[in-house]
């Protein structure tokens, strides 16, 4: 499962190794205005994908850690259930 945010070109630098090559973006006019407002809404989404997998990624932290420190308990719990359908 591939668990990397997603980013918008406006998030990439320029100078850092292994950006996105930068793109044409027209500037003037009516498309200009429909690209940059789709930049920002596609900035937006991107945003929001990163806060949701940091989210996602500090719950199953927390999850795994659960399950470490209550591994005995939840291992004897267990045999505990199937011995009583015998």
């Given at each position: 499962?591939n ?8 998030q990439?630098?320029?100078?850092k190794?292994?950006?996105p ?11 200009g205005?429909?690209q940059?407002e789709m930049e920002?809404?596609f900035f937006?989404?991107?945003r929001?994908h990163?806060?949701v ?11 795994d ?22």
């Open positions: 499962m668990r990397k945010p997603i980013y918008s070109a406006l990439y630098p320029s100078y190794e292994g950006s090559t930068p793109y044409l973006s027209n500037a003037m006019g009516p498309l205005n429909i940059s920002w809404l937006d989404f991107c929001m990163q806060i997998y940091k989210e996602i990624g500090r719950v199953e932290e927390g999850l850690r659960f399950i470490q420190e209550n591994k005995q308990d939840l291992t004897l719990s267990g045999d505990t259930e199937s011995s009583e359908k015998e």
